[in-house]
């Protein structure tokens, strides 16, 4: 259906689009970073193509590979009813260099979705009205959704009210240990390669 | 009495010029819960907006990288908890797109079913809602009677009145009851009645009607370059519903309309919603007419679905995969897939990774309110600050689908 | 539709006579103008909601016609602290949220009550991360722990109930839960589900031939008929 698309991009952008795959029927084009707001603005105003409705940005993190973070954003048009995947790799394994172009001044609901990634992957979007936290609150140190943030680690803002000061017990059964429990809940399980 | 500024020429009394700011704290009664409106006035109206969202995030992406594909449907139902069974089928559907499932026929009419009654209660919760923030209790307890006749279906089908986590990778938890045509049946035409005795006392009304016309309209174009879908986006008048535009399960069998707005105010959210309750109704009876009553709702692959119980107590190979299944996870094939459906707010996304194993890699959810409400500072800009209520509740923020 | 039960209004009593009859250090008149007191507290509660999550729907449910709340008197929702006494904590608390929470329980002004509604509120529910707090427990006092994800209207009650009896006794140490009176074991259906297409109210004759073929039963009975 949207093979059209991925011919289009690579007709155009060459070699700036690094794989193309159609994995189930979803078209996905991976694209090198630095042309990232090129090929959105092409997306957007070639009249057959009319991707005008931005569907989703996320990141998902590879850490066992390096770029690390690969940014993934969904665009869907509803003139002619087509759908893609953009996807970009940024980022070493210390995040180091994770920046990639802001699309908002082309879509303006890629705002709160790139403030949503920079967020919970730690990626900075060059050219964004106002980066900030969005479903975190402003003292929270780190990013959540990467690999390495582990997922019991709080960060209370109110300190916990000590058993003495709240004259009962407040923490009636111990957590599990490092070995106890189901075992996909242990630790981050390996990591898979390029797909 | 003299008037106390009878010396005072115009102009002449400085008045504060600053903006105020004013808080609308996260913890409000017309703010769902959970989001907070810092707000810029001048007077009533409001110069600027900043929505801040996240008082109810809860990981919810997080926690699904740490069980298997199954155990993400609890997680899930608790997204758009209004409408929960959507969020299911939703999920499930994305899950077997990757797998290559499909599944039998009557799972499909019946996961059909429970969503549409879904649909049907987040819209009356929404509507009645806006109508308690404006004053108008008593269509809101109406609207939750008929609600309650809905969860009592679903309460008999599912066990849960709310949060029901029925779906499953490849079918349901169990197949539908005896009863549940029947049940079905008889709660329809109550609940009309119930949401046309509501619209009776809610549209003849001038005030209802003055506050909500022409408040927060947003163009089409604005609109889809915002990301919104659902009702929000067709009372604009772009007829964007998935159900038609991208059918799935079986509703290309179906007949039904689309309701279109026109202005994109909150007065046509609110109409498009009850246009839509009525076109459910009418999907549902369709539904249940061409529903087989026998037949099996789960696929057939052992890969994913669990084997009868009373295989896995006789039998050594349905022990062994219901164990594989239950302490691995069914393993679904290595790949990424994006699968969207038609959730009570629009299009409801699921973005999943999968790395071969039993254990989801990333489960991406894509919350169509989280694009609608980064539209609320837009559309509220020069209203003034009592609009803030209607406008907020016609968008249907739901706070876990909206902070994930 | 359903036979509810009436509010369980034995533990009032038994608190009163008890204060009244065994008396204390206090003196008889302060006794009974504490039982007084807890009486009129416990049912007059205005509560509030500080809904955040699912329970909120169910919190909806609870306030409905059905599982009315209003026979209970704690319906009126005040929401400003200043004028409330019931803190119902309803859904998650996540740890941006705990701030405002523990703010809004600081604002309320004596004698007030918690009340956890939902495994959310009361444990930090199937949430254990980086974002949810375990518990308002960890944050603020808390007097009635309601666990269900959501909860059914009728544990909400259950819940609501002893915290009026806690109320009525003035005690604010953990209880031990006593043993409830189950109107399951009384009547035969509880809740009528419409089961057929057939109206509602048809359904009536149909209740009204059953009670009448079960009083005959229990004529058979006493008279020894076999």
Redesign the interface.
């Known amino acids: 259906m949207s093979q059209l698309v991925l011919d289009k991009l690579k007709e155009r952008f060459g070699t700036a689009i690094l794989e193309t795959h159609s994995?189930?029927g979803?078209d996905?084009a991976l694209v090198d970073a630095a042309s990232w707001k090129a090929v959105s603005l092409f997306l957007r105003q070639d009249p057959a193509l009319d991707f005008?409705?931005?569907?989703?940005l996320?990141g998902?993190?590879y850490p066992t590979r390096v770029p690390r973070m690969e940014v993934?954003m969904?665009l869907y048009s509803?003139s002619r009813?087509h759908?893609i995947?953009l996807k970009a790799r940024v980022g070493d394994e210390d995040m180091e260099g994770a920046e990639i172009d802001s699309v908002t001044s082309i879509?303006?609901?890629?705002?709160?979705?790139e403030r949503?990634v920079y967020d919970?992957s730690g990626v900075r979007f060059r050219g964004h009205p106002d980066l900030r936290?969005?479903?975190?609150?402003p003292e929270f140190e780190g990013h959540?959704?990467q690999?390495t943030?582990a997922?019991?680690?709080?960060?209370?803002?109110?300190p916990?009210?000590t058993e003495e000061e709240?004259?009962?017990p407040?923490r009636k059964i111990e957590?599990f240990g490092p070995e106890e429990g189901?075992?996909?809940?242990r630790v981050?399980?390996p990591?898979?390669e390029d797909? | 009495m003299e008037p106390l500024d009878v010396e005072l020429e115009a102009g002449e009394l400085e008045l504060p010029a600053d903006p105020m700011h004013l808080n609308l704290g996260p913890s409000h009664p017309a703010m769902h819960g959970t989001v907070r409106i810092v707000l810029e006035l001048s007077g009533e109206t409001i110069v600027r907006s900043d929505v801040q969202i996240g008082y109810l995030h809860r990981g919810f992406e997080k926690m699904c990288e740490r069980g298997t594909w199954t155990q993400v449907f609890p997680y899930v139902d608790r997204l758009n908890y209004i409408s929960p069974m959507l969020n299911n089928v939703g999920y499930a559907l994305a899950v077997e797109k990757l797998c290559g499932l499909v599944v039998p026929e009557r799972c499909q009419w019946y996961r059909m079913a429970l969503g549409e009654l879904a649909r049907l209660s987040d819209h009356l919760t929404c509507n009645g809602a806006m109508a308690m923030e404006l004053g108008a209790f008593t269509p809101f307890l109406w609207f939750v009677k008929a609600r309650e006749m809905i969860w009592d279906i679903l309460e008999e089908e599912t066990g849960a009145r709310l949060t029901h986590s029925f779906g499953r990778i490849g079918g349901m938890a169990s197949p539908p009851t005896q009863d549940f045509k029947g049940l079905c049946r008889a709660a329809l035409p109550p609940i009309l009645e119930l949401v046309e005795e509501g619209e009776r006392m809610l549209l003849k009304n001038r005030i209802f009607i003055d506050r909500l016309e022409n408040v927060g309209a947003i163009s089409g174009p604005d609109a889809v370059g915002l990301g919104w879908t659902g009702p929000c986006l067709r009372a604009t008048g772009v007829a964007y519903d998935i159900r038609k535009v991208h059918p799935y399960l079986k509703y290309d069998e179906v007949d039904f309309d689309v309701p279109v707005g026109t202005k994109g105010d909150t007065l046509d959210r609110f109409l498009v919603r009850l246009g839509e309750i009525r076109q459910s109704k009418r999907i549902l009876e369709q539904v249940l007419d061409r529903m087989p009553d026998t037949g099996p709702v789960n696929c057939d692959d052992p890969a994913v679905v669990l084997p009868d119980k009373l295989d896995v107590y006789t039998t050594i190979e349905a022990t062994i995969q219901h164990f594989k299944l239950i302490m691995e996870g069914a393993k679904i094939p290595k790949g990424e897939v994006y699968s969207y459906t038609e959730g009570g707010n629009g299009e409801l996304g699921y973005y999943l990774v999968s790395d071969g194993s039993g254990t989801p890699y990333r489960v991406r959810i894509r919350p169509p309110c989280f694009q609608i409400t980064g539209g609320l500072s837009k559309i509220l800009e020069g209203r003034m600050l009592s609009d803030i209520v209607p406008t907020f509740g016609s968008l249907n923020m739901i706070g876990g689908e909206c902070d994930h | 539709m359903g036979n509810m039960t009436a509010p369980n209004a034995a533990s009032g009593t038994d608190a009163r006579t008890r204060l009244t009859m065994e008396g204390n250090e206090q003196g008889f008149a302060t006794t009974r103008v504490d039982a007084l007191l807890g009486w009129a507290r416990k049912y007059s509660l205005f509560a509030y909601p500080f809904v955040t999550a699912c329970c909120g729907m169910e919190f909806m449910a609870l306030t409905s016609p059905r599982f009315d709340l209003a026979r209970f008197g704690a319906e009126a929702p005040r929401f400003s602290p200043r004028q409330s006494d019931l803190l119902w904590v309803v859904g998650t608390i996540s740890q941006r949220q705990a701030p405002v929470l523990k703010r809004i329980y600081e604002q309320m002004m004596e004698p007030k009550w918690v009340f956890a509604f939902g495994t959310c509120a009361s444990t930090g529910g199937f949430y254990d991360n980086y974002a949810t707090v375990p518990g308002i427990d960890k944050v603020i006092p808390t007097d009635i722990y309601v666990p269900g994800c959501p909860p059914r209207p009728e544990a909400v009650l259950d819940g609501l109930m002893l915290l009026q009896d806690k109320i009525a006794r003035n005690v604010r140490t953990p209880g031990v839960v006593k043993p409830r009176f189950d109107p399951a074991h009384s009547v035969e259906e509880l809740v009528q589900l419409r089961r057929s297409a057939r109206d509602s109210r048809e359904l009536l004759p149909t209740l009204k031939e059953r009670e009448a073929r079960a009083g005959e039963l229990d004529e058979r009975h006493e008279g020894k008929i076999a």
Request: net charge neutral.
């Open positions: 994995q189930v979803d996905t005008d409705l931005p569907v989703d996320c998902v993190d993934v969904h509803t009813r759908r995947r879509w303006p609901g890629m705002d709160w979705l949503e919970m936290r969005i479903l975190m609150y959540p959704l690999r943030y997922a019991e680690r709080t960060q209370p803002l109110v916990y009210r709240a004259g009962m407040l957590p189901m075992p996909f809940g981050p399980p990591h898979p797909n």
